[in-house]
């Protein structure tokens, strides 16, 4: 029997907000588009007691239900879409038994912290017929504009690009602040904490380093500018800002060279540098070299720059504006569903961009390049 979530339709969806404890910006984006509705909040049962008050916030905003049993919302609320935003290593297990019931699948980045679940993944989303999205940065202007320009062949054949991508973030005291004695930092516990300010990075139980947080942001540049998959990567990384990842053992500073498809070569600069090393937000760059002439784009333009006496330190002094991303992702999803074509960064994608991922963590550990399966 065909699945009526697989078939195209020009009306609006029902969406089902699949545990909104990591980011909720993800729902709320997609909800920003008229032709989705938010109708229900869910979660499994065991998950703890913050969980659960984070998702029935969510539900309270929307003045929907929150059922704390994932399989009965998605049978029982006539919806086609879960939206998926749970802890990273909970990200897989939850979208493909979304996938399996028959409903297209939104996701929160990082895909997963496990290859065979990313693989999994794949086969679900495949098996099943329904359209797969990983949240991603790719229609904001400066980056929609890059690759519009590109396509239009402004500066030839691609034969080389660089990302920088540094989240002036903060995340808890700075490296070297905690003294001789003293117990770890407690990750989960830390992220916890930083959610009221928004500076949690990665929510979960198990310790996430900025190449897997944030390495599907410039990573997914790449695939949409120069389309080539990467076959082999150099990287080195180290814990250098921030205490947390320090005693965790995970990277807020990483580097990755990238040797791709067609001969192309890529870098990528990423890392979560402290809201001190930038006034708004961090420095996001990206340069293509082509065989006619190269593009240098800088991510936040368009902004507007606002200044005025006694203001927060930690008010952001460049606003950007023009900035239609959530929007447009959901319209991307809406349009890969009413004409049965692929998203943006679909299941296959964000799985390239995982195993690009994992080779480069793999070459971190041995010091030498690693094939990316």
Known sequence: ?????SQPTNGNFRCAAISAVKHDYVARGVASHPRFELVVVADDPQ???WAHERNQQLADDFRIPYVRDVERALREFGVQIAIVSSEAERHCDLSIRAALAGKHVIQDKPLTTRMSEADRLVAAIEQSGVKFLMWNRN????????SQRISAGEIGQPLAAHVDFYFAKDAGPFKGSRRPGYPPMDWLAFQLAAHIDGSDGAVGNEPIGELSNEGIY?????????GARVQRVFARSTAHFHQVNADNGVEDLASMTLEMEGGLIGSV????????????G????L????TKGALVVSEARPDIGIYYRDQPPREPRQRRVAGENDFLLAENFAQAIDHNRETILNARASRDIFATITAALKSCETGQPVEVE
């Open 1 to 5: 029997m065909t699945n009526p979530a």
């Open 47 to 49: 998950v703890p007691d």
């Open 139 to 146: 229609f904001l202007p400066s980056v929609l504009n890059a």
């Open 218 to 226: 410039p990573l997914g540049y790449l695939q949409m500018l120069v």
């Open 269 to 280: 600069a990423v890392g979560r540098s402290g809201a001190a090393s930038h006034p708004s």
């Open 282 to 285: 961090g420095e996001m760059k």
């Open 287 to 290: 340069q293509v070299v082509g």
